[in-house]
Each structure stands twice: as C-alpha cells, then as structure tokens.
C-alpha cells in the first residue's frame, strides 16, 4: 500500500470517527435540549394560570367559572401560526386542577374530573412544596406518546398551598423541531465529512506527488539516467536536495574511478609503442627506420592528445544534467558550421562532402557548441571509415514534430559483433586501411549530447555498405 493511500486513510479514519461521535453527542443532545426548553415554558404558563385561577378556586366554582370557561375557548382557537416552517392551529395544552387532597376538580380535557392525582409526582411534589414535574406516556406501549406535566402551586391569601394546576403537553407538539434539528445536524455531518474527505485527498495527492517525484528521480539516478531534480516544497525539498548532494557525490567518486581505470588501460597501447619506438631510436637505425619511428611516435602522441581532449569534452558533458544557457538556433546553420569546420581534414583524406540541408526548418533550443561539436564527431567518424575517394554525405530533414541529421558514408559497416557496443566509451573499431583506432569518445559524446537535448543518436548499417549516423532533436 502506497504511503499516500496509507495517510489519507488514517486521516479518514480519524476525521470519520471523530466527526460521528461529535453527530452522536449532538443528536443525543438535541432531544433533552428542547424538551428542557418546552419544560421551562411549561413552568412559567403553570405559574401565570396558577395566579389566574386562583380566585375562581378560592370561590369554590373552579369548573363552572370564568377560568375554566376561558381555557375551555381557548380549544377552539384558531393560532394560524407558522413555527419556523411548522403551521399550528390549534392549543396542544391540557390544564387540570386538584385540591388539597390531590382530587381532579378541573379538567380542560373533561375526562378525569373527581380522579384522585396525589401519587403523580407533578402533584404530589408540588403540594408538600417542591417542584412538581413529570413524564408519563400516554400509552404504554408506545415511547414516542409521552406527555410531559409541570405544575405549580395554588395559594390562599396566607401563602398556604390549597391546590395545584398543572399544564401538560405532549412531546409529540415538538417532536418535528427535533427530528429536523437531527436532520440538520447529520446532513452538516456528512458535508463535514465530505470536506475532510475531499481535504485528505488533496494532501495525500500531494503527498505522494512529491514523494513520487522523488522517487522517481532516485530510480532515474540508479539506473544510470539523466535526471533533473524535481521541483519539491518544505522538507521535500530539503530531502530532494540532500538527494542531488549525495548523487554528485557519488557519482564523482565513482565517476573519476572509472576514468582513471579506463583511461588508464586505454593509454597502455599508444605509451607502448612510443616506448618501444624510443628504444629503436636510440640504437643505429638508418634514415627510413628512423623516418618510420619518428612518425609512429607523432601518430600515437597525437592519439593520446585526442584522447585527454576528448575525454575531457565528453567528461563536461556527461557531467551536466541539464542545458545550463539553451538558445534559439537553426540546425541548418549549425550542420553547415560543422561540415566548414571538418572541409580540410576530408581534402587530405581524398574524400567529398555532399550538404543536402532541408529549408524553412523551425529553430532548435539547444548549446550551439556542444551541437557542433556533435556534428563535426559524426563526421569525423564517417571519415574514418570512408574509402579513399569516397562521398561523406550530410542531410538534415524534418521528421514529424522533430529534425534529423544523418550522416553516410560508403565504408564496411559496422560488424555483428560491436552493434550493440559503438556508444560505449572507449570502444573503437579498427579503421580500414592502417587498422588504426580512435579515442573511441566521439560516438558517446554525441549520445549525451543529444540526451541533453531531449534527443537521441543511433548509428546503423546503410543498404549497399556503409553506416548511417543518427542525430535527432526535437523541433
């Protein structure tokens, strides 16, 4: 499992959790919050009709009075009263009155007038002086039928308790104010969560973006690719530098450790037959031994002298991981700079240079230098392999959103067994006719040329003999 997938789920999990139990508490909490709230709206009615019933009691006519003709009217009132979006027509109140003794002497509901109440705690509490409340259901069988009674005292003028009124009213009157309020307060849950949802996706796609990045910029670098240090944020960013720091400097131990092993190997045959030339040339040697010596001496200091340059040139180049200062230019211009540059060296060797540049192509971004550099290294080598006489030809077209330079010659071709192997650093084949080897650095000077481009470089065998010299570059 992914380490993005991983947080997001335990930041679900939590925020999930968290935010059920908080619905929980709240629904929980709604319930009692407004029956509480009903209850003290019920205890100061009780109060005021307590007050109001008071004489009509006294007077001994509590049922026949003006009291109970009023609360008897009040039932066939019309409210017409909307309740944040709940209508109400009509009074949910039931108000009864018992004496000292706890005996029903009013009822507004008419059924339990002469019932004796003192064992309901509304008023049995209420007439030993203490607050009188209950909940009873209306049906047993049912616990959504609970009717909730508060009632208060009725006093003579002495303060003494004679009686008590109650007022009662169903839960049901409130139950739809509660049941939305629930509603409410799941629906704003599921959003919450739905935010906390969208929220832990956002971070854990960022999250694993940049280590995925990262990542993968590790694997480019042990694979042995170019690779660009992503763009990384906060400690990231910090690790992602740490990375690159480690990476050069890995690279440039193991890097100089190659070289010098390589180099080292490569340079064995040329100081070798210098060596043994020098010798030669110490002893009696006449004219044209010593002619020939002489000549083998300059031909391998000038091998070793293009080796250390070219070694040095493909070592800067293998060095950067990216174009340090690219600039607009046509390709064509630079072909042409290129095959200008190696025009001497094809006269001496006897050989033509043919240019087919195609016209109108779009600019190039890239290193004018190192660009020509890899033009004139593909020429060189077609050179190298060209028969006396021979035509080195030089084509830059168009290939789809891309430019392609080829360079062809008539030469043998390269053999089965070095296909795969030409780019290789120091591999070099012999060349045709002294059997003479190069610094075998041109070829993979130009493959990372042309990686640092964005490109790449190919070389094949060419119908009817010869080798093709591959430089592509996007457009």
Known sequence: MKIGLRIFLGYFLIVAIAGLLLAQVFVAQVKPGVRQAMEDTLVDTANVLAELATDDFIKGRIDQGDFARRVRAMAGRDYGAQIWGFGKRTSQYRIYVTDARGIVVFDSSGRDVGRDYSRWNDVYLTLRGRYGARSTRSEYADPNSTV???????????????????????NSAIAPFIERSQRSVWRWGA????????????????????????????????????????????????????????????????????????LTHEMKS????????????????????????????????????????????????EH????????????????????????????????????????????????????????????????DFSPHGGVVEVRLDAEGDRQRVEVRDRGPG??????????????????????????????????EVAALHGGEASLVNRDGGGAVAGLVLPG
């Open 148 to 170: 909730m009674h508060v009632a208060a005292p009725i006093r003579d003028a002495g303060g003494r308790i004679i009686g008590v009124l109650t007022v009662a009213k169903p």
């Open 191 to 262: 959003v919450l969560l739905g935010v906390s949802l969208l929220i832990g996706l956002m971070a854990a796609w960022w999250l694993s973006r940049q280590l995925g990045a990262l990542r993968r910029y590790a694997n480019a670098v042990t694979a042995g690719e170019r690779a660009t240090l992503p763009r990384t944020a906060g400690e990231f960013g910090e690790l992602g530098h740490a990375l690159e720091t480690m990476r050069t400097q890995l690279e440039g131990k193991q890097y100089v450790e190659q070289y010098v092993h390589t």
């Open 270 to 317: 040329p100081l070798a037959a210098i060596r043994g030339s020098a010798e030669l040339l110490e002893g009696p040697l006449d004219d044209t031994d010593r002619t020939r010596f002489a000549a083998t001496i300059r031909a391998q200091s000038e091998r070793l002298s293009q080796m250390i340059d070219k070694m040095l040139a493909l070592a800067a180049v």
């Open 320 to 383: 950067r991981q990216r174009l340090e200062h690219p600039e607009s230019l046509s390709l064509a211009d630079v072909v042409a700079d290129a095959a200008s540059q190696c025009e001497t060296r094809l006269s001496q060797a006897g050989l033509q240079l043919s240019l087919d540049l195609a016209a109108g192509l779009p600019d190039v971004r890239g290193d004018r230098f190192l660009l020509r550099q890899a033009v004139v290294n593909l020429i060189e080598n077609a050179a």
């Open 414 to 447: 390269i053999p089965d067994y070095a296909v795969g192997r030409v780019f290789e650093r120091f591999y070099s084949l012999p060349r045709p006719g002294n059997g003479s080897r190069s610094s075998g650095l041109g070829l993979p000077f130009v493959a």
